[in-house]
T-cell receptor
Framework: KAGVTQTPRYLIKTRGQQVTLSCSPI?????VSWYQQTPGQGLQFLFE???????NKGNFPGRFSGRQFSNSRSEMNVSTLELGDSALYLC???????????FGPGTRLTVL | AQSVTQPDIHITVSEGASLELRCNYS??????LFWYVQSPGQGLQLLLK??????LVQGIKGFEAEFKRSQSSFNLRKPSVHWSDAAEYFC????????????FGTGTRLKVLA
């Protein structure tokens, strides 16, 4: 089975712009979670989608949003980018509830 | 509230030496437990997991972890460290009921001396 894929791998944006990141889960997995990783804050949970519905949400402002499509692919969007949004954004998929999460390689976002 | 603590932010060991990375969790029942490893700029790779049964679990790359319910711990061990093991290691738990949200520790960065 192919692993979790994330596109793009690297992205450079300027403050105020918006960005969309994409994640394709492992075939058959219906749950996709997103995490933000920074040196200062570590790994922080953004949200989880399961069967096109947001099931869990972390403590991030409304500028961060996501969605999941019927084929389980997910996108996350960040509007009005701030310098502090520079981070590695990781996507993880699993088959359901307490199943194992498998991570993609991440998207490195740099905000200038 | 669920939480995961990795008390050691950095650990340095010599190549060939043994390794133990600590992980303590707080949860009302026995959660599912995981160890992941991350190389710089990469995603997280699953090393091993504990769901139930034998409290000593074997993982990839020669790692093992022991679940100790009485100590709420799930420490990761390796008998002989290789230079390629230098990376960051994360412990994680997920509750077995409720929101099923993964909680990650803050990570332990391992440095291996030649």
């Amino acid at each position: 089975k192919a692993g979790v894929t994330q596109t793009p791998r690297y992205l450079i944006k300027t403050r105020g712009q918006q960005v969309t990141l994409s994640c394709s889960p492992i075939s058959g997995h219906r749950s996709v979670s997103w995490y933000q990783q920074t040196p200062g804050q570590g790994l922080q949970f953004l949200f989880e989608y399961f069967s096109e519905t947001q099931r869990n949400k972390g403590n991030f402002p409304g500028r961060f949003s996501g969605r999941q499509f019927s084929n389980s692919r997910s996108e996350m969007n960040v509007s009005t980018l701030e310098l502090g949004d520079s981070a590695l954004y990781l996507c993880a998929s699993n088959g359901g509830t307490t199943d194992t999460q498998y991570f993609g390689p991440g998207t490195r976002l740099t905000v200038l | 509230a669920q939480s995961v603590t990795q008390p050691d932010i950095h650990i340095t060991v010599s190549e060939g030496a043994s390794l133990e990375l600590r992980c303590n969790y707080s949860y009302g029942a026995t959660p599912y437990l995981f160890w992941y490893v991350q190389s710089p700029g990469q995603g997280l790779q699953l090393l091993l997991k504990y769901f139930s049964g034998d409290t000593l679990v074997q993982g990839i790359k020669g790692f093992e972890a022991e679940f100790k319910r009485s100590q709420s711990s799930f420490n990761l061990r390796k008998p002989s460290v290789h230079w390629s093991d230098a990376a960051e290691y994360f412990c994680a738990v997920v509750g077995t009921s409720g929101t099923y949200k993964y909680i990650f520790g803050t990570g332990t960065r391992l440095k291996v001396l030649a």
